[in-house]
């Protein structure tokens, strides 16, 4: 085995450890909310339960994204893949940003204010 095939096996690994990050994040915030379900009330209990996948997502996104980059950087750094690979991150962020608006009410930059705390 040669050193691409070995970054190849790495980044393939941070794939799929990605997709798992998600898939037990869905499951877990299954789980939470059905428990949930029987000691709150269901607002309580969706809220709580979206919270879990965004948080999932997030740092599945954020594995993928170093999964990317290994691969790009690594094996095939022509100016396409690394271009492609810009793209991908910018949507990466931009979901990442989003979904962290979704959770706190505010963007990442922006600080705490009194009624946010």
Do not use: H
């Amino acid at each position: 085995m040669n050193l691409i095939e070995a970054i190849q096996i790495v980044s393939d690994c941070m794939d799929v450890l990605g997709v798992a990050i998600v898939s037990i994040g869905v499951v877990w915030g299954l789980i939470g909310f059905a428990r949930a379900m029987f000691g709150q009330d269901f607002d309580l209990a969706y809220k709580s339960f979206r919270i879990q996948i965004i948080r999932a997502l997030i740092l599945g996104l954020e594995v993928l994204v170093a999964g990317d980059i290994i691969r790009t950087v690594a094996i095939s750094p022509t100016l396409t893949s690394v271009a492609v690979l810009g793209a991908i991150v910018l949507i990466r962020c931009f979901l990442s940003w989003s979904l962290a608006l979704e959770i706190d009410g505010r963007w990442p930059w922006e600080g705490i204010s009194p009624v946010n705390k």
